[in-house]
């Protein structure tokens, strides 16, 4: 049994299932999009529920690789921090070496015992996961990413 | 759009101050180091700045109300700090008001504190300290203090306007730029800053406090620094990171 192009039923099956996925992804990408921007301004940075702060965060987008740097004050070692990276996403979590208040701020806020970072980070370009590098020095977080698509060698004549 | 006005609330008749300026820019340098000297010095509020351009914000410290922008004063010291981010369409009008504010008080000398995006911060044990001049004469003092002064480059921001104005106008100023993060507070930076000011101005301002601090300082700014990086995009200052064109 054939279809347009020339294609089994089952192969036209196949390709309109294989569209859904994709623009499911496509969907479930641009929701975490706007889920992990680089800087929400209108979202406060800090979750009163879960008593945990987001952290800033400064990205290099270098020909090979992105680098972020990671502000951690507070944070006391390395051990403290877990760090998972994707394809396309890096999520931070990290322990406070003790909980922290904002001494007379607000009105709940000062009740706060801040004890944890926490941020996911949507990346600019697609990086190789397993390649991934992080040192940590003054409570500040460096990871270098190195990118999946490297540039090609051309030979010039 | 209303105008920029400077109140002085406190009127002090000072001859040739010095004016130290710190505003919100790369690693929120300008700031950290002014109200770490307003704090040291124990200055004195004498005014702020008004500005149509800041939002309908206003701070409270300590149950009190404070403007975002403000004028300290002790000895022959001004000294103007801000703790918002000034968007780029609102710093035109501001560094000519403060201009014509300078030039009123005769200054002496003008010194911007700042910051300058550098991206191998992390392996700098002790940021080093660079200096701009308005004028050729203001070298020897950048000299005296161990001070390099900053050969090539491009500044982007309140500060390479004001410094446009001090030329125009003939008032001396320096800007003293230390290496820092761009979007991450740099409390180091900001003692670097304030240790080239003391052999500047003859202060003794000690800086072991803030680094102490240094973890309760960034902890404390990441709302500032994350506007300031905002603005900062905006008015382009990625572009001190290009190189100048070259006359050969």
Known sequence: MTGKKGKTFWEEIEERFEKIIREMEERIDKTMEEATEFFPLEKPLWNAEKCCLTPLIEVQNLSDEIILMIDLPYVEKKGDIELDATEKTVEIKAKLKRPYRFEGWGTVQKE???????????LPEEII?????????NGILKVKLPKKVKAKKIRID | MGEVNIVETEARKIENPVIVIGLPEAGLVGTISCMYIIKSLEMEEVGYIETPFTYPVLFLHKGKIAEPIRIFQKNSIFLVSS??????EGLFSLVKKLAEWIDRKKSKLVLMLGGIPTPNRMEIQKPRCFGVISEEKLKDILEKA?????????MVGPYSMLLREAIKRNFPAVALLAQSYSNLPDPGS????????????????KVDELL???????IRSRDLMRRTSDVMR???????????????
């Open chain 2, 190 to 205: 900001a003692a670097s800053v304030i240790q080239a000011l003391n052999k500047i101005i003859g202060t003794e301002i």
């Open chain 2, 146 to 154: 161990g001070v390099e002064r900053l050969g090539e480059g491009i």
């Open chain 2, 234 to 248: 905006r008015m382009g200052k990625a572009r001190e990171l290009e190189t100048p064109s070259m006359y050969i």
């Open chain 1, 129 to 137: 996961p397993e390649k991934a590098q992080a040192t940590f020095k």
């Open chain 2, 212 to 218: 102490q601090k240094a973890e309760e300082v960034r």
């Open chain 1, 112 to 122: 706060i015992d801040f004890r944890t970072y926490r941020r996911k980070i949507k």
């Open chain 2, 83 to 88: 703790e918002i981010a000034i968007p780029p």
